[in-house]
């Protein structure tokens, strides 16, 4: 049984209801309970928070996990001490964007965290969650 730990960032509390076009209209906990149903073999813990520290502690509670799922929304372009925590852990992280950065502002186009992701799964909707599963089980 994988212990995986999935961290979604600040704003992500809102989806289902918040910009539909490129979030879509599932709320993240719906979605969870399907990909808990999907992954027998995985022992998912979720964890989302609005805030740059409880964001950095959430992430370093990922040493105790056997890989992190992690979507630092806004913060993957804004926050070294974010990208800090994910480089101080040995737990692989695998970053995760439902909505195709590329294709939006381009203060987007970049992600302090992506240099120290095991993985990077970007504009695939709440499917990227599934493929970041299938890497973890792939580690």
């Known amino acids: 049984m994988k212990k995986i730990l999935i961290i979604n960032g600040p704003n992500l509390n809102l989806l289902g209801k918040r910009e539909p076009v490129l979030y879509g209209s599932e709320s993240f906990e ?3 309970e ?6 027998p073999d995985a022992e998912i813990t979720y964890n989302q928070e609005n805030g740059e520290k409880e964001l950095v502690d959430a992430i370093q ?10 979507n630092p929304a806004a913060y993957s372009h ?13 737990t692989p992280v695998i970053e995760v964007h439902i909505s195709n950065v590329f294709a939006r502002d381009a203060y987007r186009h970049h992600s302090y965290v992506s240099k120290y992701a095991a993985g990077i799964v970007v ?5 990227g969650y599934r493929m970041a599963m299938d890497q973890v089980f792939r580690l």
């Open 30 to 32: 719906e979605f969870l």
């Open 34 to 39: 399907d990909l808990k149903g999907e992954y």
């Open 61 to 70: 509670s990922g040493r105790e996990f056997d890989a992190v799922i992690l």
């Open 78 to 90: 804004t926050s070294i001490a974010v990208a800090d925590s994910v480089a101080a852990i040995e």
């Open 123 to 127: 504009g695939a909707g709440l499917d």
